[in-house]
């Protein structure tokens, strides 16, 4: 599960909403949050946001106040988006296979993966997946409300 909730910070949008989320287990959930820590940290130094800052984007699920080189900077920590700056989608897919138990709650995020994935094909004017970071952030927004409605 850490891998994936890594994933869901790199997104801005799920980690506070996560704990309403009956479908993931207290220790699915405690295993996400160790597994961010360091990451967020990591990138955070390299493009001098605090702690404090990754802390209050992640609570309120706004990372338009970051550099969209920290959100690719997450993603590609995690491999999510690879060294030519594209998302992944069958490192999510792995990632979600191994990491969510409920298969409901799978089918989900494997719907919004598949969806996602179109962002490969949209042009973008770096190729270091800054550009591309963004717009997978926005695309995965509906996650946080689908996972919501399985409680």
């Known amino acids: ?30 295993a996400v949050e160790d597994a961010v820590h360091p990451f967020a940290i990591e990138c955070g130094k390299e493009f001098g946001v605090t702690e404090e800052q990754l802390k209050k984007a992640r609570e ?19 491999g999510l988006i690879n060294d030519k700056g594209m998302f992944d989608a069958e490192k999510a897919t792995e990632m979600t296979k191994q990491f969510i138990a409920d298969e409901e709650a799978q089918k989900i995020i494997m719907e919004i993966v598949n969806k996602c994935s ?6 973008v004017g770096d190729d270091q997946g800054c550009e ?3 717009l997978l952030t926005e695309c995965f927004k509906p996650l946080k409300d689908q996972l919501a409605a399985l409680q």
Do not use: W
Request: glycine fraction near 6%; hydrophobic fraction near 45%.
């Open 132 to 134: 591309r970071a963004v």
């Open 118 to 123: 179109s962002v490969n094909e949209q042009s």
């Open 1 to 30: 599960m850490s891998s994936l909730h890594y994933f869901f910070l790199f997104t801005g949008i799920i980690a506070a909403s996560l704990r309403n989320v009956r479908a993931l287990t207290a220790e699915e959930i405690s």
């Open 60 to 78: 309120s699920g706004d990372t338009s106040s970051l550099d969209p080189c920290l959100i690719a900077c997450f993603g590609k920590k995690m």
